[in-house]
């Protein structure tokens, strides 16, 4: 076995050892690399009150050569922080979002199908909604997503019934690219009618799962997968919603890691719409009817520019000054709360550091809200 | 002929002999009186550059008599500024709009029906919208209005076909009160298909008219007309509209006026939406799917509170001061450009009006908007 292959075998092993997300296992595994962070597990040479816990029931059981196995015959490889197609600056708000519950990026992602994970970013928009779609809900998510994969972009979904599955077949008979990030193993077709679906999504596009080939689909499973949905993507949509429905979680994580949300609008006579007109009158999401509305979330100047803006070169910042530049969307802007959310800092500090961090030309402010400010001086620095 | 009599006859040729609105003609009758004023205009005793010309055509046509008994003949009567039931509150905002274009307060209002126009104000609920309108508009406008109607809100309306005939068909079918605002001569009946519906409204409402009987209905009279839907109401509901339609202007004169303005979404496959999402998306209205959602715009506070706030003791306001007070609506904000435009100062002097009241404590602003403080220190002045 070499040793790229053992890094792998051990980056499956953590993939697997504890529930996603958990954050205090890749802080383990970035500082002391993936083979000894196994290691520890295996041996069980952990502090309490942590990480000894949470890989209690599973550190003796190591599936990882079986796991890349399985992958292998499916078409799916795993892709981990070593990877170029590792998405880190997607996820850079979800690893900055640590504390909040499920919150915490994911320690590494198992992929089946051709697409780049790196090629999502701010050319992905999300489109969400109920299992339990209207026949109108179906239409527009098809015809949205239609719209969205002839303007190129990627059309990223949960692979459920009801929108979801109209919006990946919308993108679908466009000839455009979709992504379905499941709450299962990536071996698992999941729902089991979307098996067709799923294995047409793979052949030109993407299959995305956090979790380890075997794992059942189950409920808790939904809502952390749904923050993956929000953060994978430049923008969320919902298209049809009821007053409580996933797509309602998926919006709040669209809202937490500073992701413009849009909610498409239906007749108030349709229970379905309820949740998308409540996200709209509370100013939660902006009103959009179609692509032309949805791509202006993303790039409000107008400029078809898929890259989300380039970090500024940081040298000399102060850790919470960098934490909240790294909190702050490539695009839009976020309140106080939200970016104390994000960065996990105090609002005193958030404050703070943005006084700073706007006397120094590297961020804009107005009415309370935030922002990168675009192109700096310098060359972009690639992060990825 | 009692001096009341000729004094009414004066109102009723001034409210014939210039085309509403017209500035100059109430500021010569409130100055000298309208005898006086009628005395001056049929001797063509006027400077050329206004008046003159605006009552050119018609000050030798004295018809008031004949007005005013075509309206006791169907029960209709003509409200001046000389009456206890001139809605002078809600008429604030147009006197303070007169440099606009088709602003300006009505001279007097022929009405027909039992309500008192005084009693509008924040009480009144504008629903409005196509008439174009799809059965979808017409059910939802018909169970909006029956909603308000059942919570004792007057529905007001043009009287037209599509949302405003569902608009007053739903508050009379609920028992409630609506009143309908024409575009014609109060002894008209427009559109002639609507004879009976308007009879009903004005059994139990309101009919309202600020042109003398026999005037016909005209394209400019409607847009005329739809400043008074706005002014006399304290909020205003678009149910349908396309994208450009008539409903869109009476939108706009609620927002120019100061008053709360909602908006009903609808599928986004609908054209007779579009109107109400492009209100919704630019920020212009408020999304509403209910009588709840309509209230709020009303009454954000949650108080079931009937009346306009009482407005403070002025006495030592400069007269800026003074204007951008009366500029102010009696619920909700303005920003400063709309301030300037309901106040006819240039925004330099409100800038300066608005910090000079905000430190006497008289304003409130949050996010560049301005709104009245509520209740002051001292008892409410009845302006009406």
């Known amino acids: 076995m070499s040793g790229d292959d053992a890094r792998l ?28 962070a196994a290691q520890l597990i295996r041996a069980r040479r952990l502090p309490a009150g942590g990480l000894l816990e949470a890989t209690e029931a599973r550190a003796g059981i190591d599936t990882a050569a079986e796991d890349l196995q399985t992958c ?20 850079l708000a979800l690893d900055r979002a640590g504390s909040a519950a499920r919150a915490g990026a994911p320690l590494a992602l198992w992929v089946r199908g051709p697409g780049p994970l790196t090629g999502l970013g701010d050319r992905a928009v999300s489109v969400v909604g109920s299992r339990a779609a209207s026949s109108y809900g179906d239409y527009v998510a098809g015809r949205l997503s239609g719209e969205l994969a002839a303007r190129d972009r990627v059309v990223l979904s949960g692979g459920a019934y009801g929108i979801d599955g109209a919006a990946h077949r919308g993108a679908l008979a466009a000839g455009g690219s979709t992504a379905a990030i499941l709450a299962c193993g990536i071996d698992r077709d999941y729902p089991s009618g979307h098996a067709g679906l799923l294995a047409e999504i793979a052949r030109t596009g993407l299959v995305i799962s956090e979790y380890a080939p075997g794992t059942t689909a189950a409920k808790y499973r939904f809502l952390t997968r749904n923050r993956l949905v929000a953060a994978l993507a430049g923008a969320v949509v919902v298209v049809e919603a009821g007053r409580r429905s996933g797509a309602a979680n998926t919006a709040a994580w669209a809202r937490g890691l500073g992701r413009p949300l849009g909610a498409v609008p239906g007749p108030v006579t349709s229970a379905t719409s309820v949740g998308c007109h409540q996200l709209i009158a509370d100013g939660e999401a902006a009103l959009v009817t179609d692509a032309d509305a949805v791509l202006a979330l993303i790039e409000p100047d107008g400029h078809d520019n898929h890259r989300p803006s380039a970090p500024r070169p940081l040298d000399g910042l102060a850790p919470d000054q960098l934490k909240v530049i790294e909190a702050l969307p490539a695009r839009g802007a976020l309140g106080i709360d939200e970016i104390a959310f994000v960065s996990g800092l105090p609002t005193a500090g958030v404050r703070a550091a943005l006084a700073m961090l706007e006397v120094e030309g590297l961020i804009d402010g107005a009415s309370g809200r935030w922002s990168l400010r675009p192109a700096g001086l310098t060359g972009p620095r690639d992060v990825t």
Not at 72 to 91: C, E, F, M, N, Q
């Open 9 to 36: 075998r051990a980056w499956a092993y953590l993939a697997a050892v504890a529930e996603p997300p958990c954050t205090p296992l890749i802080a383990l595994a970035e500082r002391i690399g993936p083979e000894d």
């Open 72 to 91: 292998a015959k499916i078409g799916a490889r795993l892709v981990t922080r070593d990877d170029d197609d590792w998405p880190a600056w997607s996820l």
